[in-house]
């Protein structure tokens, strides 16, 4: 089981996503996002929005813990449930496993089964997907993301300032 990481503390919100759910069925879509670790680059993925009903932990699985259990998936040469990918969460709800399934169709890891329901596997190039990730942060706007940054710890915020002007002071600072 992977480290929690609380709160994205000291993380980089790359970029945010929108994917369809497993199920045709369902209704609403998905957003999830790519974040780095501000001190050893590594790349994670957190779920953050459902368009309809159902809850879901927003943890941070980092890329390398979700390669290492598709790897795992890919030995055992069979389809699988989404329910294999439970053990890289730490939270319970029980759309975790089915969202991050999605999100990894999206992100062309692993695909549905043709011809089955509710069955996966795993793509033949599904070891690119951290080559992908890593060209997508090389196309960021490093200036965009400031504000986005997540600082290692958060002071009082002063009673007389706005979120904009807090946002505009912390770009100056990064930036000069």
């Not at 209704?27 to 994670?44: A, P």
Request: charged share 25%; net charge negative.
């Amino acid at each position: 089981m992977q480290q929690r990481v609380f709160d994205k503390v000291n993380q980089t919100l790359i970029k945010t996503f929108i994917c369809n759910k497993l199920s045709e069925r369902s209704k609403g879509q998905l957003h999830y996002q790519l974040w780095q670790d501000n001190e050893d680059l590594s790349l994670g993925i957190a779920l953050s929005h459902n368009e309809s009903s159902g809850g879901f932990s927003s943890e941070l699985i980092k890329v390398d813990e979700i390669l290492n259990t598709i790897k795992v998936l890919l030995q055992s040469e069979k389809p699988f449930h989404a329910t294999a990918l439970k053990g890289l969460f730490i939270g319970k709800s029980v759309n975790n496993y089915s969202f991050l399934g999605a999100v990894l169709v999206d992100q062309q890891v692993i695909r549905l089964l043709p011809q089955t329901a509710r069955l996966l596997e795993v793509m033949e190039e599904y070891e690119l997907w951290s080559l992908r990730l890593e060209e997508i942060v090389g196309k960021t706007d490093v200036q965009e993301n400031l504000v986005n940054k997540i600082p290692a710890k958060r002071g009082p915020k002063p009673k007389n300032q706005t979120v904009e002007t807090k946002v505009e002071e912390q770009v100056h600072d990064e930036v000069y």
